[in-house]
C-alpha cells in the first residue's frame, strides 16, 4: 500500500481538522441510523484521541463515532477513489453517504479501502468512521488481561491494560480521500542487492492491483529500467546506479524512483517513489551498516504528548528529531506498535537508524495458537509492505516482552512462525524480538539474528542498588550471548527521575540517580565487544495507566514529556560526543 500523493495523474485531499463526534456506550448507533449521519454531535480534532482533548472522555475505552464532509472536484470524475486512514485505535468501520465501505481491524497500521463508485463528484458526501476502543484481550496488542494471564494489569494498573501505556481512543493519524490511474500501481519495492563504491545494484518489484497487461517505465535520475508484462500482477527488475550516494547514519541521502505505468489500453497510473542505498546485515558479533559494525544509540520512544495523545503531531516529530541530533543519537525503536509514516519519512532524512516494531507487545501464553499466529503474520505483512522501503528501518522487532512458559511447543512455533513469515517478505533486513525473561524461557531467539534484552538492574532489580546490581547486569548479558552466541542488544535500561527531585546522594526518583543509571550502565555494555548497542528507556516522559508505581505517567524519559532536558539528557549528551563512547 502506498502513501497517498499528489502528481501527474494522482490527486488527494487531506480530511484533517474538527470533524463531528459522538460516543457510543450502549452499541446503539448503527441500530439508530447513525451510518447515515450523527445526530446530537460534539467536536473534535483529527488526528488525535479523544481521552486528552475531551476531558469527560479521559476514561472512556468504547465506540465512538465520527463524521466529515467531503467533496471531491469535478475533475476527479472518472478516476478511482480510495481512502486512507494512517492508523485508528483500535478498529474502524467506514460509510460513505450512508453506504457501508469497509474496515479495517486493529490499530497502528493504516487502512485503505476503495470508494470508487460511493462518492458523488463536484457534491457534499457524509463520510461516517465508526471507531471502536474497547479494551479487548485478543486484540495486538492485548488491551487487557484475562484471567489466566497471572497477572491483573500492569502493575496493577487503571485500566488494566496488558502494557505500559495508556490505551488512547481515535483516529491518530492522517485521512486522505485520494485518487489513483487506472491500472492501479499498488506497490513498489526497492531493494539494495549490492552495494559497491563503483555501482549499486537494486531489485525493483512493482505490484499491479489488477492483472496487468503493458509497460511500466521506472527512472532514478538519468538510469531508467523498462518492465513489460502480457499479463499477471508482478514486474520486477535490476537497476544500477553508479558511483552511488550512500545512505548512513547522520547521512540521509535519498533517491527517488519515479515509476509511471501504461497498459496496453491506454490508461496510466503514476507514483514517485523514496528510497535510500544501503546494506544492513549480522556478521560474527556485529551489526554492520554497508559493511561497517555500529553501535546502536538511541532510545526507545512512544507516540504520545498533551493533548493530542497518541494524535499525530507534525511539530512534536521535528522537535523530537531535533533532540536526538543535540543529544548525539544514532538510532530509536518504534516501541511498541508501528509509528506513523512521517516519524520514518523524518529519520531517513536525518539518517537515524529505526528498529521497527509491531504491535506485539503484552503477548501470553493464550495467545500463541495457530489463528492467531495467522493474524500475526497478516499484521507483520501489513507493516513490511508499508515500511520496506525506508532506508532508516534496519531491523524488524517483531515483539516486545513476550510472557512465555519455559520450553513450550507452542511458544517455539508461533516465534518461529513469526521469523518466517517476516524473511518470506524481506530477505534484506535481520529481525529481532524483545526479551525481559531469561535465555530459558527465550527459545523464540534461536530463529532471530539479534538477542534484544530489556533489563531494568538498580530500578526493578536491586532498586536503588545500581553499583551492587553491575556485576549481575553484566553475568545476564553474558547468559544472553552464552545461550544463543548471536550479538546482544540492550534495548531498555533505566530509571524513573520526576524532574526537579534532585539528592545528594542519588536515590530513586532523583534526577542524579537516573543519571548514574545511564552512564555506569551504558559505560559497562561498551566493553562487552558482542553488545550491539543500548536504548535508553525513554526518550521522553509519557502517560500510561494509574498505578502505584507510576509518579502521574511513566518518568523513564530523559526528556520530560514537554520535551525539556533532565540530568540525563545531559549525560548522555556528554557520552554520545566522546568518540570512544
Ligand atoms: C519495559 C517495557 C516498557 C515499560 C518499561 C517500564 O520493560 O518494555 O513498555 O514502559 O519496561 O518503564 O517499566
Given at each position: 500500500?502506498?502513501?497517498?500523493?499528489?502528481?501527474?495523474?494522482?490527486?488527494?485531499?487531506?480530511?484533517?481538522?474538527?470533524?463531528?463526534?459522538?460516543?457510543?456506550?450502549?452499541?446503539?448507533?448503527?441500530?439508530?441510523?447513525?451510518?447515515?449521519?450523527?445526530?446530537?454531535?460534539?467536536?473534535?480534532?483529527?488526528?488525535?484521541?479523544?481521552?486528552?482533548?475531551?476531558?469527560?472522555?479521559?476514561?472512556?475505552?468504547?465506540?465512538?463515532?465520527?463524521?466529515?464532509?467531503?467533496?471531491?472536484?469535478?475533475?476527479?470524475?472518472?478516476?478511482?477513489?480510495?481512502?486512507?486512514?494512517?492508523?485508528?485505535n483500535n478498529n474502524a468501520r467506514?460509510?460513505?453517504?450512508?453506504?457501508?465501505?469497509?474496515?479495517?481491524?486493529?490499530?497502528?497500521?493504516?487502512?485503505?479501502?476503495?470508494?470508487?463508485?460511493?462518492?458523488?463528484?463536484?457534491?457534499?458526501?457524509?463520510?461516517?468512521?465508526?471507531?471502536?476502543?474497547?479494551?479487548?484481550?485478543?486484540?495486538?496488542?492485548?488491551?487487557?488481561?484475562?484471567?489466566?494471564?497471572?497477572?491483573?494489569?500492569?502493575?496493577?494498573?487503571?485500566?488494566?491494560?496488558?502494557?505500559?501505556?495508556?490505551?488512547?481512543?481515535?483516529?491518530?493519524?492522517?485521512?486522505?480521500?485520494?485518487?489513483?490511474?487506472?491500472?492501479?500501481?499498488?506497490?513498489?519495492?526497492?531493494?539494495?542487492?549490492?552495494?559497491?563504491?563503483?555501482?549499486?545494484?537494486?531489485?525493483?518489484?512493482?505490484?499491479?492491483?489488477?492483472?496487468?497487461?503493458?509497460?511500466?517505465?521506472?527512472?532514478?535520475?538519468?538510469?531508467?529500467?523498462?518492465?513489460?508484462?502480457?499479463?499477471?500482477?508482478?514486474?520486477?527488475?535490476?537497476?544500477?546506479?553508479?558511483?552511488?550516494?550512500?545512505?548512513?547514519?547522520?547521512?540521509?541521502?535519498?533517491?527517488?524512483?519515479?515509476?509511471?505505468?501504461?497498459?496496453?489500453?491506454?490508461?496510466?497510473?503514476?507514483?514517485?517513489?523514496?528510497?535510500?542505498?544501503?546494506?544492513?546485515?549480522?556478521?560474527?558479533?556485529?551489526?554492520?551498516?554497508?559493511?561497517?559494525?555500529?553501535?546502536?544509540?538511541?532510545?526507545?520512544?512512544?507516540?504520545?504528548?498533551?493533548?493530542?495523545?497518541?494524535?499525530?503531531?507534525?511539530?512534536?516529530?521535528?522537535?523530537?528529531?531535533?533532540?536526538?541530533?543535540?543529544i548525539g543519537a544514532n538510532s530509536?525503536?518504534?516501541?511498541?506498535?508501528?509509528?506513523?509514516?512521517?516519524?520514518?519519512?523524518?529519520?531517513?532524512?536525518?539518517?537515524?537508524?529505526?528498529?521497527?516494531?509491531?504491535?506485539?507487545?503484552?503477548?501470553?501464553?493464550?495467545?500463541?495458537?495457530?489463528?492467531?499466529?495467522?493474524?500475526?503474520?497478516?499484521?507483520?505483512?501489513?507493516?513490511?509492505?508499508?515500511?520496506?522501503?525506508?532506508?532508516?528501518?534496519?531491523?524488524?522487532?517483531?515483539?516486545?516482552?513476550?510472557?512465555?512458559?519455559?520450553?513450550?511447543?507452542?511458544?517455539?512455533?508461533?516465534?518461529?512462525?513469526?521469523?518466517?513469515?517476516?524473511?518470506?517478505?524481506?530477505?534484506?533486513?535481520?529481525?529481532?524480538?524483545?526479551?525481559?525473561?531469561?535465555?530459558?524461557?527465550?527459545?523464540?531467539?534461536?530463529?532471530?539474528?539479534?538477542?534484544?534484552?530489556?533489563?531494568?538492574?538498580?530500578?526493578?532489580?536491586?532498586?536503588g542498588q545500581l553499583h551492587e546490581?553491575?556485576?549481575?547486569?553484566?553475568?545476564?548479558?553474558?547468559?544472553?550471548?552464552?545461550?544463543?552466541?548471536?550479538?546482544?542488544?540492550?534495548?531498555?535500561?533505566?530509571?524513573?527521575?520526576?524532574?526537579?527531585?534532585?539528592?545528594?546522594?542519588?536515590?530513586?526518583?532523583?534526577?542524579?540517580?537516573?543519571?548514574?543509571?545511564?552512564?555506569?550502565?551504558?559505560?559497562?555494555?561498551?566493553?562487552?565487544?558482542?553488545?550491539?548497542?543500548?536504548?535508553?528507556?525513554?526518550?521522553?516522559?509519557?502517560?500510561?495507566?494509574?498505578?502505584?508505581?507510576?509518579?502521574?505517567?511513566?518518568?523513564?524519559?530523559?526528556?520530560?514529556?514537554?520535551?525539556?532536558?533532565?540530568?540525563?539528557?545531559?549525560?548522555?549528551?556528554?557520552?554520545?560526543?566522546?568518540?570512544?563512547?
Amino acid at each position: 500500500m502506498l502513501f497517498p500523493q499528489q502528481n501527474t495523474v494522482r490527486r488527494l485531499n487531506k480530511l484533517d481538522g474538527i470533524w463531528s463526534f459522538r460516543t457510543d456506550p450502549d452499541t446503539t448507533g448503527e441500530s439508530l441510523g447513525w451510518t447515515k449521519g450523527i445526530p446530537a454531535a460534539r467536536s473534535i480534532a483529527v488526528p488525535g484521541s479523544w481521552n486528552e482533548q475531551i476531558p469527560d472522555l479521559a476514561n472512556y475505552f468504547g465506540l465512538a463515532w465520527f463524521e466529515c464532509v467531503v467533496y471531491p472536484d469535478a475533475g476527479w470524475a472518472d478516476m478511482p477513489l480510495r481512502l486512507r486512514i494512517g492508523a485508528v485505535n483500535n478498529n474502524a468501520r467506514v460509510w460513505v453517504n450512508g453506504t457501508f465501505a469497509g474496515d479495517h481491524r486493529g490499530p497502528y497500521l493504516p487502512m485503505d479501502i476503495d470508494l470508487t463508485g460511493l462518492v458523488k463528484f463536484g457534491q457534499a458526501n457524509r463520510l461516517v468512521v465508526c471507531v471502536d476502543a474497547s479494551l479487548d484481550p485478543w486484540m495486538f496488542p492485548p488491551a487487557s488481561w484475562v484471567e489466566n494471564d497471572g497477572r491483573v494489569g500492569f502493575m496493577n494498573s487503571h485500566p488494566g491494560v496488558a502494557f505500559d501505556f495508556f490505551p488512547y481512543g481515535g483516529i491518530h493519524r492522517s485521512v486522505y480521500l485520494y485518487s489513483t490511474g487506472a491500472p492501479r500501481i499498488e506497490r513498489i519495492s526497492v531493494i539494495t542487492t549490492s552495494l559497491q563504491a563503483t555501482h549499486a545494484d537494486l531489485a525493483v518489484t512493482i505490484d499491479m492491483a489488477g492483472d496487468f497487461q503493458g509497460a511500466v517505465e521506472c527512472r532514478v535520475e538519468d538510469h531508467s529500467l523498462r518492465l513489460t508484462s502480457a499479463g499477471g500482477r508482478v514486474l520486477t527488475g535490476t537497476l544500477r546506479i553508479p558511483t552511488p550516494r550512500v545512505w548512513d547514519i547522520g547521512q540521509g541521502e535519498l533517491y527517488t524512483l519515479a515509476v509511471r505505468a501504461e497498459a496496453a489500453d491506454g490508461g496510466v497510473d503514476c507514483y514517485r517513489q523514496s528510497f535510500g542505498i544501503r546494506t544492513v546485515e549480522v556478521k560474527g558479533d556485529h551489526f554492520l551498516l554497508n559493511g561497517k559494525p555500529v553501535f546502536f544509540k538511541g532510545f526507545g520512544k512512544h507516540e504520545d504528548f498533551h493533548i493530542v495523545g497518541k494524535g499525530l503531531l507534525e511539530p512534536l516529530v521535528v522537535r523530537d528529531f531535533e533532540m536526538l541530533k543535540w543529544i548525539g543519537a544514532n538510532s530509536f525503536r518504534t516501541s511498541h506498535y508501528p509509528y506513523a509514516e512521517e516519524w520514518l519519512d523524518y529519520a531517513d532524512r536525518a539518517g537515524i537508524m529505526v528498529i521497527d516494531e509491531t504491535p506485539f507487545v503484552g503477548l501470553s501464553d493464550r495467545l500463541y495458537t495457530d489463528e492467531l499466529l495467522a493474524q500475526a503474520q497478516s499484521i507483520i505483512t501489513e507493516l513490511i509492505q508499508r515500511d520496506k522501503n525506508h532506508p532508516s528501518v534496519v531491523m524488524w522487532s517483531l515483539a516486545n516482552e513476550p510472557n512465555c512458559a519455559r520450553g513450550s511447543a507452542a511458544v517455539t512455533t508461533f516465534f518461529k512462525g513469526m521469523a518466517t513469515c517476516a524473511r518470506a517478505l524481506d530477505a534484506s533486513r535481520p529481525i529481532t524480538y524483545v526479551a525481559h525473561l531469561e535465555p530459558e524461557d527465550n527459545d523464540g531467539f534461536n530463529y532471530y539474528d539479534v538477542v534484544c534484552v530489556n533489563k531494568y538492574y538498580g530500578w526493578y532489580i536491586g532498586p536503588g542498588q545500581l553499583h551492587e546490581t553491575l556485576p549481575e547486569l553484566e553475568k545476564c548479558m553474558r547468559r544472553f550471548r552464552d545461550a544463543f552466541g548471536k550479538p546482544v542488544m540492550l534495548a531498555e535500561f533505566g530509571a524513573d527521575a520526576v524532574d526537579g527531585v534532585h539528592r545528594m546522594t542519588p536515590e530513586l526518583f532523583s534526577e542524579e540517580y537516573q543519571s548514574e543509571v545511564i552512564e555506569h550502565q551504558y559505560k559497562l555494555m561498551r566493553t562487552l565487544p558482542w553488545c550491539i548497542g543500548t536504548h535508553v528507556w525513554a526518550f521522553a516522559d509519557f502517560k500510561t495507566a494509574q498505578s502505584i508505581t507510576r509518579v502521574a505517567n511513566n518518568r523513564k524519559g530523559v526528556f520530560t514529556r514537554e520535551r525539556n532536558p533532565k540530568m540525563a539528557a545531559h549525560t548522555l549528551r556528554r557520552l554520545w560526543n566522546q568518540p570512544s563512547l
